[in-house]
């Protein structure tokens, strides 16, 4: 999403790729400089952006409701959702937002975690991050 340090690469086949710089998909490429090239972010980019978000928050009735007028209220849309009920009386939700950009993942994100019901929320970067199951 705008905002993220990204880091570029020519493939025969895809042409340019991008990737977060702390991707680990890049890791081979950025031993030989010569493939790699620094990319930036254009300034006022009229679109929005899929992100992945995890929270753990209290099981109590209604918390879905109030996590969704939650992001909401940020002018934000849900994409998709998911939930799990964990035996310790939580719940874990992982969510796919629409974002402008860094800053205003930023705003969300400190917002949910101003919630009471919320014990933790991150955003996930990558394949290995979604498979971790949140320790609390």
């Known amino acids: ?8 690469h020519f493939t025969a086949d895809r042409g340019m790729v991008v990737h977060q710089e702390r991707c680990k998909n890049i890791l081979p490429f950025r031993e030989d ?10 300034d006022k980019l009229e679109k929005l952006f ?4 995890k929270m753990v928050a209290s099981d ?3 918390l879905l409701a109030q996590v969704s007028t939650t992001i909401a209220s940020m002018e934000t849309n849900i994409e998709s ?7 310790d009386g939580t719940s874990g939700i992982t969510m796919i937002l629409q974002v402008h950009d860094r ?12 919630m009471n019901t919320v014990i933790s929320v991150s955003r996930i970067h ?7 199951e949140i320790l609390h």
């Open 60 to 62: 109590e009735l209604g």
């Open 1 to 8: 999403i705008p905002g993220d340090s990204v880091i570029g």
């Open 50 to 53: 899929s992100t992945e978000i």
């Open 103 to 114: 800053n205003h993942l930023a705003k969300i994100l400190r917002k949910l975690r101003s």
């Open 126 to 132: 990558d394949q290995e991050m979604r498979n971790i």
């Open 33 to 42: 400089p010569s493939q790699c090239f620094p990319v930036n972010w254009r």
């Open 81 to 87: 959702i998911q939930t799990n009920e964990f035996f």
